[in-house]
């Protein structure tokens, strides 16, 4: 077994007007307590103890703002904890908080790849989103981290950023290929009640900049032509959001979509055994307090029934573009594949006739040219 490991850094510098992730602004002082506590949670940790970890990857909210001490003392933890082997060991870094001291000691630390979120290369994109960098910090900071022995970088970019037009995302493809990381993400801007630019689109105010958020038919142009444009530049499309140079996928996000198992550190991480998830409680301060207490700061565990693993077979699945192979999802799943297996082929015929999805023998794909209307096909295969 080679168990992916995630470590949750729940601080930033500024909250971004579209994120609705349980991230917050706190007292620098309030850091080493936390990275501490990791430690103490991964120390006293008895799931797969002793087994191969292959992959870690410290997110966040933007943990590349913590001590590079204590950044090391977690990867140290885990080492002491399981064997790390081959490891892809990942920090997610925003531009502006890179600099050469911190990247020299990320790499003497083990990590040796970088996440970092770019969003944007415009800057009145980027004020309005409440980014703290500029253009000019992502390629400062590319140019330290290679400069430092990182030849793993991955970049993010938001479609549907306020203000973003044709012309924008364009410019922002342009930079981006310019730079080549060797790993790309590319997400359409969600608008829901967990944010704030979410909260004031679905009221129709204009705060945030959330009269200026592009059209969803805008945002799936601009997504369809990152489609185009980066497998013109020879990136792999793996996954609906993720691109990669070969032999650069992230091994570690891999992991949840193939649902193999994983182990969360931190406020709000969660972990999958490969038969039950569970979470630790989300405010910082709490799961410090309870660590502290010798308490266990976990609050759901939920054991997955065989029809939610074969839902998530299904959706995770069909996120790679690669597709599910339904021959083999029907010996896994026996029984409860099937009970639905002729509703799921009624739903299939369907899609696949109006183009959403192809298939080929026993196996399912999203279509190439309708990704951007991939939840059709999710909610429709998961309704049968």
């Known amino acids: 077994m080679r168990l992916g490991v995630y470590i949750q850094v729940p601080f930033c510098q500024s909250k971004c007007t579209y994120c609705n992730f349980h991230t917050g602004v706190v007292a620098r002082e309030r850091y080493q307590p936390y990275a501490d506590a990791v430690c103490r949670e991964i120390s006293g940790t008895r799931e797969f103890a002793g087994e191969t970890v292959d992959t870690i990857y410290v997110g966040g909210g933007t943990p590349s703002l913590l001590d590079p001490a204590a950044l090391e003392k977690m990867i140290e933890a885990l080492s002491a904890r399981y064997r790390v082997t081959d490891p892809e060991i990942t ?8 600099d050469a001291q911190k990247a020299a000691a990320w790499r003497a630390a083990g990590f040796n790849r970088i996440s970092m979120g770019a969003q944007s290369f415009q800057d009145n994109e980027l004020r309005a989103a409440g980014r703290m960098h500029r253009r000019g910090d992502i390629f400062s900071a590319v140019e330290t981290l290679g400069g430092r022995g990182f030849e793993n970088i991955s970049m993010d970019l938001i479609a549907g950023l306020p203000h973003q037009t044709r012309e924008s995302w364009e410019a922002s493809l342009d930079e981006l290929l310019a730079i080549r990381p ?3 993400s590319i997400y359409l801007l969600e608008i829901d009640e967990g944010s704030r630019l979410g909260r004031e689109a679905l009221a129709g105010g204009g705060r945030y900049g959330a009269a200026a958020i592009p059209s969803d038919d805008a945002q799936a142009e601009f997504y369809e032509s990152a489609c185009a444009r980066l497998a013109g530049a020879g990136y792999e499309h793996y996954e609906i959001s993720n691109w990669a140079q070969p032999g650069r996928r992230s091994r570690h996000n891999l992991k949840y979509w193939r649902r193999e198992p994983y182990l969360g550190f931190g406020a709000g991480a969660h972990s999958f055994d490969g038969a039950t998830r569970w979470a630790n409680a989300h405010d910082s301060a709490r799961y410090v307090e309870l660590i502290g207490k010798g308490i266990s700061p976990r609050e759901q565990i939920e054991p997955v029934t065989t029809a939610q693993a074969l839902d998530e077979e299904i959706f995770l699945g069909l996120r790679q573009l690669d597709g599910i192979d339904l021959g083999a999802i029907a010996t896994q799943f026996n029984g409860e594949f099937s009970s639905r297996a002729a509703a799921l082929a009624e739903s299939l015929r369907r899609l696949q006739t109006e183009g959403l999805v192809e298939t080929e023998g026993s196996r399912v ?6 990704l951007a209307v991939s939840n059709e096909v999710f909610v429709e295969l998961l309704g049968s």
């Open 182 to 184: 060797e790993h790309i």
């Open 365 to 370: 794909r999203l279509a190439p040219g309708r």
């Open 91 to 98: 920090l997610e870094a925003d531009p502006e908080t890179i």
